[in-house]
């Protein structure tokens, strides 16, 4: 059984958070904005995605004043503490219920791709995958693909504890 196709993906998360009335924003470094690009492409989207916050690696490039000055911004790339951070710059720049964080490190032959979501209850989770080359698939693609996969695995397994 061949892997769900981006468009698949993007169905599943706008189903998901239309059930639960919810939005989501994103902040994405060293992407290119490839993960917004593809969370904007369905007609409608702008009902779920409030928007994004699209940053250079270099973390001495990104603006104070959108940042802040969390203890976050401090930690390394790729670190649980720097990722939830940020998806929380995202999920209140744009008062939404879930905040994304996606991080890209290139290195030779593979990506570091990682990724936290912000729960609408304050906790956190994040990921980290390394893609591969791969002459069949663009990398902007696999990218898309893979932060899709987790975003719609981790909305599909949280649920809210009743208060």
Not at 11 to 17: C, F, G, S, T
Not at 77 to 91: D, E, Y
Request: negative net charge; contains cysteine; aromatic residues 4%.
């Amino acid at each position: 059984m061949s892997p769900p196709t981006s468009s698949l993906l993007l169905q599943r998360l706008a189903q998901r958070l239309t059930e639960r009335g919810e939005t989501l924003a994103c902040v994405e470094i060293g992407s290119g904005g490839h993960v917004s690009r593809s969370l904007t492409s369905e007609p409608g989207s702008s009902a779920l995605f409030a928007g994004s916050l699209i940053f250079p690696a270099d973390a001495a490039l990104w603006p104070q004043a959108i940042t802040g000055d969390g203890s976050w911004r401090a930690a390394p790339p790729g670190s649980h503490t720097r990722l939830a951070g940020l998806a929380g710059v995202a999920q209140v720049a744009f008062g939404t219920d879930w905040g994304l964080a996606v991080e890209c490190q290139p290195a030779n032959s593979q990506t570091s791709l990682s990724i936290a979501l912000l729960f609408p209850d304050g906790n956190a989770v994040s990921d980290t995958v390394f893609l591969a080359e791969d002459a069949a698939q663009p990398g902007e693609e696999r990218l898309v693909q893979c932060v899709l996969r987790l975003l719609a695995q981790h909305l599909e397994e949280h649920t809210e504890e009743p208060p």
